[in-house]
């Protein structure tokens, strides 16, 4: 099982976290819920017509963690690269195979670890939010600081999370569900 560890508790990194889980894979979220989400009230997330952003965090972390995530309160101080990444908290190490990193507006862990920034310090990411370290990735607000939306964060964290799990399979994938037979 892929473990995947997941820096930021807002929309990106709970809709990583989401699409991971419900993939089988072994995701840890780490967050102090100090998103901007908590100072938003959101008219414009599609199929949501009206919901305070607290209120949309608590039911996104209920949804997250029903499928089998593991949400962690606690402020990420480093992480470390070798085998795989050492993910470090004041109460302990965290191992991980992949990174997704979603700190918002100042995305120090991400920088710290060196990936490629462009002329005006923006981090760059691929389409798949890839961020130039291996197995690193950087979604939300972190990459887009100046345009940031919360679908857009929850859009690019399932980017990352179907990379990951197509990088795995060796194939594409996507996570497509139907509606229940009326017998189910
Ligand atoms: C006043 C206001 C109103 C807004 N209104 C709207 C709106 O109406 N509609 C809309 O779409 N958007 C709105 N937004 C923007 C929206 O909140 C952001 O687009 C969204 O929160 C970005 O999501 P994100 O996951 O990229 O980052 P964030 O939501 O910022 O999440 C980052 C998370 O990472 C955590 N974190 C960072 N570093 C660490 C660390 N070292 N260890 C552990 N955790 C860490 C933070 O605590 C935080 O929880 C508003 C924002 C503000 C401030």
Known sequence: MTRVGIVGDGPGGLSAALFLAKGGHDVTVFGTDKTAMNYAYLYNYLGIPEISGTNFQTVAKRQVAGFGAELVEQEVTSITTG??????????????????????????????????????????????????????????????????????????????????????????????????????
């Open 83 to 184: 085998e795989g990444f050492s993910i470090t908290t004041d109460e302990g190490s965290h191992q991980a195979d992949y990174l997704i990193l979603t700190e918002g507006k100042s995305p120090a862990l991400a920088l710290s670890l060196g990936v490629e920034t462009d002329d005006d310090e923006a981090i760059v990411v691929d389409q798949d939010n890839r961020s130039s370290v291996d197995k690193v990735y950087v979604v939300g607000r972190s990459v887009r600081p100046k345009r940031s939306q919360a679908i857009i964060s929850a859009g690019a964290g399932a980017v990352a999370a179907l990379d990951i799990m197509s990088r795995e399979e060796g194939k594409d994938i996507q996570d497509w569900d139907s509606p229940p037979k009326e017998d189910e």
